[in-house]
């Protein structure tokens, strides 16, 4: 997987995650691509960050 582009915004305890990524890989013998948007929400407790949420939608 390689980043094409990440954008970060923390807002408090919150934070918001998104940018372009492309993924690489090979399914059932057979090689493929695609890249793909997604939006990650995160969340600080007890001074960790925790992943509540992520979509990714593929771009053709």
């Not at 918001?16 to 407790?45: C, H, L, M, N």
């Amino acid at each position: 997987i390689r980043d094409e582009g990440m954008k970060a915004y923390v807002y408090g305890t919150t934070g918001i995650v998104s940018g372009i990524y492309r993924e690489t890989g090979t399914a059932k013998g057979k090689p493929y691509t695609r890249r793909a948007r997604f939006t990650d929400t995160w969340i600080r407790q007890s001074g960790k960050w925790k992943c509540v949420a992520s979509q990714s939608t593929i771009i053709h």
